[in-house]
Every structure is written in structure tokens, then in C-alpha cells.
């Protein structure tokens, strides 16, 4: 148990290191699009699924500090959408037709995968370029099929590690800093 404590303290702090600027950036990219009236749309498979439930519910009610509500939606939710695209069409499409439904110019997605290789999740991306939706891709282990689809407008999050656990550790710090970026860059410094 100690090595696992350790091993993701240690990736924490070199991530500090390397995830620094990237994180600013995602942080100023939601920030503008949720000043502008944009939301914040978030995908992701199994745990980063979660991640993304946990963002969009940090959103809509609060992070740290008493705000009003912004407009965040997890497009892992809702059952009847998820099983009827993928039965009707394929898994591959259910985040990127909820996108073409609901996703506009400005609004930015939130495209969490481990390994930058989920199906699905680079779907949603192609959808998200096509309908100038910026991109936040979270990923790690390099990125995998993700990282050279991201354009010099997307902003990319990868956490320096092959292991699943490690990787999604990180993503959950990440979100909370994204939060704290959000919050203060709209309603300032904690009271």
C-alpha cells in the first residue's frame, strides 16, 4: 500500500512540473467559454466516465466556494441516449451525435481518456472540430490516437505515466485545478 502512496505522490509532483502551463490554458479556454454563455461538455469511458460526472457536477453546483451555477453536462448520463445510439448506430458515435444535439461554436469539450485510444472519445473530438467546439483532451500514456488530432487551438493534458491508476489519480487533481481556474477567473478569490 505504501508504494502505491508513494508512486502517485511522486507522479503529482512531476506532473506540477510539466502539467503547469497546459492546465492554465484549459482553465482560461473554459473560464471565456462559460463567460461567453458556452458550456462545459465532458466524455469519457468506465472511470474517466466518472471523472467526467464529477466536472460537470462541480460546475452546476459549486467547487470550493458559493457561486452561481454554470452550465456544465457530462454526456455519460443519460441511459436511454447512451443505449439507443449504440444500438441503433455504433458505441463509437455516443458522445459525438449528443455533441451534433447540443454541442455549439464555443462551448468546449472536456474528452478524458487514459489512453488517448477510446473510440468514442475521438469521435466526439472529430464532431467538436467540425462544429468549432475547442477541445480539452485529458489523457495520458502519450496520448495515444488523440494526441495528433489535437489542433494548436485544443489544449492538451497529459499525464506522464503508462498506468491506468496513476494516470486517473492525476486526472481527478487536474479537474479540481481546472475548477479553481474557473472559479477564480469568474467570481475571483476565495472568500
Do not use: W
Not at 26 to 40: F, P, Q, T, W
Not at 117 to 126: D, Q, R, T, Y
Not at 148 to 171: F, G
Request: charged share 15%.
Amino acid at each position: 500500500m505504501a508504494a502505491h502512496f508513494a508512486e502517485s505522490a511522486r507522479l503529482k509532483l512531476q506532473a506540477a512540473e510539466t502539467l503547469g502551463a497546459p492546465v492554465a490554458r484549459g482553465g482560461m479556454l473554459l473560464a471565456e467559454s462559460l463567460r461567453n454563455g458556452g458550456k462545459a461538455l465532458a466524455c469519457g469511458n468506465g472511470g474517466s466516465a466518472a471523472d467526467a460526472q464529477h466536472f460537470a457536477a462541480e460546475l452546476v453546483n459549486r467547487f470550493e466556494a458559493e457561486r452561481p451555477p454554470l452550465a456544465g453536462l457530462a454526456l455519460t448520463t443519460d441511459s436511454s441516449t447512451l443505449t439507443s445510439i449504440a444500438n441503433d448506430y455504433a458505441y463509437q458515435q455516443v458522445f459525438a451525435k449528443q455533441l451534433r444535439a447540443i454541442g455549439r461554436r464555443g462551448d468546449v469539450l472536456l474528452a478524458i481518456s487514459t489512453s488517448g485510444n477510446s473510440a468514442n472519445v475521438i469521435e466526439a473530438l472529430h464532431v467538436a472540430h467540425e462544429l468549432g467546439v475547442r477541445v480539452i483532451g485529458l489523457t495520458g500514456n502519450g496520448g495515444g490516437k488523440m494526441a495528433p488530432l489535437l489542433t494548436a487551438e485544443d489544449v492538451h493534458i497529459c499525464v506522464p505515466h503508462k498506468s491506468t491508476a496513476r494516470i486517473q489519480e492525476v486526472h481527478l487533481l487536474v479537474l479540481h485545478c481546472l475548477c479553481d481556474a474557473i472559479d477564480f477567473q469568474l467570481f475571483g478569490a476565495k472568500q
